[in-house]
């Protein structure tokens, strides 16, 4: 096996791989959008110097295993066009392509496919993941982000470290209202049971509802129209070893402006808290021990929240515990 430095190899997006003779390298995917043109350049690295297969990763990105150490600078400047194309293009700020990726910590921002094919997204998610990849990246501490289209959350946001749902207020037009309650049914079917009908004209609960816009799928008469463009916030999901658990509702409403800027202020709020004697750290660990009041004081720094936007007042998470003493018999 070659001498390498196993730091500098992982932070240039490579795999530490079970065979200590090989390696894999990472490619991001932003958004999880991909051009077809960059798929022969893909099929060749592997099939040159892999094993002839790539494994597509849960953060929609490449894993090309089999590789050996030896060809990694080679492959770094094969892979300029895939940077320029993925990153550089939507203004990531990369020195030089031809070194391969400056960073690994922070993971790829997934995106569901949003608006450009489901009709129950009611936003562009690719353009949003791209405009957080370029304010986050490239970076080093862990951090994770997915953004999803609508409340049905396909990318698993309340998986994240940041998860971003997109909201639409419902707009309600009572005379091209003809009654038939179509909106409340599936509303109380499928959502949060926000519609009632009162004096034959449909009534919002602000307070349950989630901005989903199912309503607006079902009125045949378009009653209901999607208005203002909005986002709910959840923060800190994780899986692994210590404490899993569901992300916790943050921010309802909020505008775009307000969730790129939390995106950045997060980076400063790791860099003053994070536990430098670790490897690495979760930025939930972090915020179980700052608190959620300093988090939340830190990463809403300068944000001008508008009145319509709701922030928790505390994290309500959900998960549990590997303490075999508390649940198990």
């Known amino acids: 096996m070659l001498t390498i430095n196993t730091k500098k190899v992982m932070k240039n997006g490579w795999r530490i791989a079970k065979d200590r003779n090989r390696t894999c390298l990472r490619i991001r995917v932003p958004g999880g959008y991909l051009p077809v043109k960059l798929l022969p350049l893909i099929q060749t690295i592997s099939e040159r110097f892999g094993n002839g297969a790539v494994h597509i990763t849960t953060r929609q ?64 998610t690719t ?36 998860g971003i749902i997109g909201q639409v207020e419902p707009i309600y037009d009572a005379p091209r209202c003809m009654g038939c309650q179509a909106c409340v049914k599936n509303c109380h079917k499928v959502s949060t049971g926000a519609l009632s009908f009162v004096n034959n004209k449909v009534k919002r609960d602000a307070t349950r509802c989630i901005g989903c816009g199912e309503c607006v799928l079902k009125c045949p008469t378009a009653a209901w129209t999607r208005g203002g463009q909005y986002f709910r916030v959840v923060v800190m999901g994780r899986t692994g070893k210590k404490n899993p658990r569901l992300a916790a509702g943050f921010l309802e409403w909020a505008e775009r402006e307000v969730v790129l800027k939390l995106c950045e202020n997060l980076y400063t709020y790791i ?48 998960g549990y515990t590997y303490d075999k003493n508390v649940i198990y018999s």
């Open 127 to 162: 353009a949003l993941a791209q405009d957080i990849e370029k304010i986050i990246f490239p970076n080093n501490p862990h951090v994770k982000i997915a953004v999803t289209g609508c409340p049905n959350d396909c990318i698993k946001a309340h998986t994240q470290d940041i």
């Open 61 to 124: 990105g490449f894993e090309i295993p089999g590789i050996s150490f030896e060809h990694m600078a080679e492959i770094n400047t094969m892979l300029s066009p895939i940077l320029e194309e993925l990153e550089v293009k939507i203004g990531v700020e990369i020195e030089d392509t031809t070194q391969g990726y400056p960073s690994a910590g922070t993971r790829n921002v997934m995106a569901c496919i949003g608006n450009k094919a489901c009709s129950n997204a009611v936003f562009n």
């Open 271 to 318: 860099d003053q808290h994070i536990d430098r004697s670790l490897p690495k750290e979760h930025v939930g660990y972090i915020v179980d021990r700052t608190g959620y009041n300093v988090f939340k004081e830190e990463v809403l720094k300068d944000v001008t929240i508008s009145p319509n936007t709701k922030v928790s007042k505390f994290l309500d998470f959900a």
